[in-house]
């Protein structure tokens, strides 16, 4: 009896360290947000770290409640002989991708808040995981890149295997492009003007900022020297001529702001007589007569 005690007594002290260890957990990673929140501004930049400490916070933990239900020593052997285990059943999966979170934190490949296409997945990073990546997805049957609504979990040894596509790591920007068809009986001299000067009236505002930014991450990778002021360039077909516009724009107002000066760009040229925006159209003229089949008389 008084053994049975004791067992109780050992049983009860351990599950009360347990609760106490996982509230523990609760209030460090509370309070590790708080502390994040007010040190970093940037707020994509807080929530990696904070899924970076939250992980080794919850890691740690587990590890206390192991010896507390294993002991620190005696049964050392046991708690390998299940860590082995458990690596035998989850195999390279597991492995794999914990080797990719890893890889993630230390090297920088990517982290929550940014625009990242991984093999077949597009999205924005919404949290890194140990094992998985989440991404709120974009693009798929969505025309350019705005959400679908579907959330995709990524693991995280796909960082492997396919090639990780970073929209936002360094510059915040991408270049793009419109490309517009002029017949040859239009004025396309005072077209790619026009196009030109349009390009220009949007870029004038972040320009500076841009340029700014891109001179710092050619200060750190062997970038060669290109600008970010719009540029024009001009090809004929065997149709029409085609002007094609360059130009800088943040990631995330892609197709919003491509769809603004298609609609400036239109109504601009509605008021050139000169200028005619080129299309393929074909005109049934009419269909040549039919000859009647010779009879079997003759």
Not at 124 to 136: F, S
């Amino acid at each position: 009896m008084p053994d049975l005690q004791i067992d109780y007594v050992m049983l009860l002290t351990k599950l009360v360290s347990s609760v106490v260890v996982l509230l523990s957990t609760l209030v460090l990673n509370s309070m590790l947000r708080r502390v994040l929140r007010r040190r970093i501004s940037d707020t994509a930049h807080m929530r990696t770290v904070y899924t970076l400490g939250r992980n080794l916070v919850l890691l740690v933990a587990v590890m206390i409640v192991l010896l507390i239900w294993l002991g620190p020593s005696s049964n050392i052997s046991v708690a390998m002989g299940i860590l082995g285990a458990g690596i035998a059943f989850a195999s390279q999966e597991t492995i794999g991708s914990f080797a990719g979170y890893l890889s993630i934190v230390l090297s920088g490949i990517y982290r929550i808040g940014d625009r990242v296409c991984i093999g077949d997945v597009t999205g924005d990073v919404l949290d890194i995981g140990i094992l998985r990546t989440t991404v709120m997805e974009i693009g798929q049957w969505v025309r350019a890149e705005q959400y679908t609504g579907r959330v995709v979990t990524i693991a995280n040894r796909a960082i492997f295997s396919d090639p990780v596509f970073n929209y936002t790591q360094h510059w915040p920007y991408i270049w793009d492009e419109i490309t517009l068809p002029v017949t040859y009986e239009s004025d396309w001299r005072r077209a790619a003007e026009i196009v030109l000067s349009h390009g220009q009236q949007y870029s004038e505002e972040f320009q500076a900022s841009a340029e700014a930014t891109l001179d710092q991450v050619r200060r750190r990778f062997p970038i060669q020297t290109t600008s970010v002021a719009p540029s024009l360039y001009v090809v004929m077909t065997d149709n029409w001529i085609e002007l094609t516009m360059r130009y800088v724009v943040e990631v995330r107002k892609r197709r919003a702001v491509m769809a603004d000066l298609h609609r400036e760009l239109l109504e601009h040229f509605e008021r050139e007589p000169a200028i005619s925006i080129a299309s393929a159209t074909f005109e049934i003229v009419g269909f040549p007569p039919l000859r009647q089949a010779p009879s079997a008389e003759t």
